[in-house]
């Protein structure tokens, strides 16, 4: 896996994968201008989120759920000094389905935790990593 970050200007670089896609980010936009991306450690974040889900619908699925969305909302605290690195992480998942049963989107939950998702289990070893879900009923 390779990634290639491209500085456009202030604090602004093109990140692009191996694969050809982009996403900008942003350290932080220039006084009165507006900021053009995420940062690198909102892009950590979002990679959590991204990893993490995958694994939950995935796991889900085998297990015969009927999910039809799942949201994961991360939030994070970080040191007051420099390096600001990440202190502690929660990843809540939103489940949405029909007649999903509570044990198995639990299960799904945890073996993303425990197994699966690299990204968290990654960031686990800088700082406390924490899992909740709800699951939300749909007709």
Known sequence: MQVTSQWLDGLCFVGTTENGHSVVMEGAAAEGGVKRGPSPMEMLLLGVAGCSSIDVVMIAEKQRQKVSDCRATVTAKRADEAPRVFTEINIHFKVFGTDLKESAIAQAV??????????????????????????????
Not at 113 to 139: D, P, Q, R
């Open 110 to 139: 945890r073996l993303s935790a425990e197994k699966y998702c690299s990204a968290s289990i990654m960031l686990g070893k800088a700082a406390a990593v924490s899992h909740s879900f709800e699951i939300v009923e749909c007709v």
